[in-house]
């Protein structure tokens, strides 16, 4: 049920889960369950991988849409990749994205974070620059994002990863609420905390120590990541999909068509 939920609150600024998609989540989730359990108690009790049914994979009203839309043409789709993204975007926001980075010794490592802004340089996020993440990325600026627009398009996007100016930082900084600038500072990102406890009284003391305005954290900011790459892929009857990726020359970009 939760994940159901989710994709709908992904949209939320423009698509409210209403008491209908409520009603039809729980209908795919008492389906789902049903299904789940006919199919793989067996291979539950034989140590199987359990599947999914096919079906659990619509769960976004409004991306079913997709399913009717023409396909990628090289001549419809905007000769600049972000137009592009910001197209598909536009028909249905997707603020969470999926970044990967890769630690001095190549070990990937991927999580979501919100995406904050597109420009024409690229896609900004932020985060705390003492993260695993920033730790990644100072070691190697390079980074890739994943979106996904369930049940039937992805957008992948690689390429080299900046921190934002410093003004950049702290103007998005003052959009943030009071309690998720306070968290940003009592949070010392992905270290080991003895007990939530200990977070919430920082988080009093915090209060204490910033009574008005509270400040940009000093390692605290946003990072945009320009891309080299950008891969559109768009679902097509008969897994025959549309694949297609700009690369970027010393021209501009150029477009190719890959393989499904
Ligand atoms: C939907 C979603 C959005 C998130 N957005 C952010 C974000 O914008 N910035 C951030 O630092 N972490 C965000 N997180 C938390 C990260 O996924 C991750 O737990 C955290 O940044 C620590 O990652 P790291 O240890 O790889 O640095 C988000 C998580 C989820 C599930």
Redesign the pocket.
């Known amino acids: 049920m939760s994940s159901i939920r989710w994709h709908w609150s992904l949209g939320a600024r423009k698509l409210p889960a209403t008491p209908e998609h409520v009603r039809i989540a729980g209908v795919l989730r008492r389906g789902f369950e049903a299904e789940a359990e006919n199919q793989n108690l067996g291979a539950k009790a034989a140590g199987s991988p359990v599947y999914l049914p096919g079906w659990a994979r619509q769960v976004h009203p409004r991306s079913r849409h997709h399913e009717q839309m023409p396909g990628l043409s090289e001549e419809d789709v905007d000769p600049d990749p972000i137009s592009q993204f910001l197209s598909w975007y536009e028909y249905a926001p997707c603020d969470?994205v999926a970044l990967v980075?890769a630690s001095p010794q190549a070990l990937p490592?991927g999580?979501?974070?919100?995406l904050?802004g597109v420009d024409k340089s690229g896609f900004v996020?932020?985060?705390?620059y003492g993260?695993?993440?920033?730790r990644d990325l100072a070691a190697n600026p390079r980074a890739a994002l994943l979106f996904f627009w369930p049940p039937d398009r992805q957008v992948r996007v690689s390429g080299w990863v900046a921190e934002v100016g410093r003004a950049e930082s702290e103007r998005y900084w003052r959009t943030r609420p009071r309690p998720s600038q306070l968290s940003a500072w009592a949070s010392r990102?992905?270290e080991v905390i003895e007990s939530r406890t200990v977070l919430e009284e920082r988080i009093v003391e915090l209060g204490s120590r910033f009574p008005d305005e509270v400040p940009c954290p000093p390692f605290w900011g946003g990072y945009r990541l320009i891309p080299t790459s950008v891969e559109f892929w768009h679902h097509r009857e008969d897994r025959l999909h549309d694949r297609l990726l700009y690369e970027r020359t010393q021209e501009g970009w150029a477009l190719k068509r890959l393989s499904p």
């Open positions: 969470a980075t490592s999580r979501m974070v919100l904050k996020f932020f985060t705390n993260s695993p993440k920033a990102q992905s």
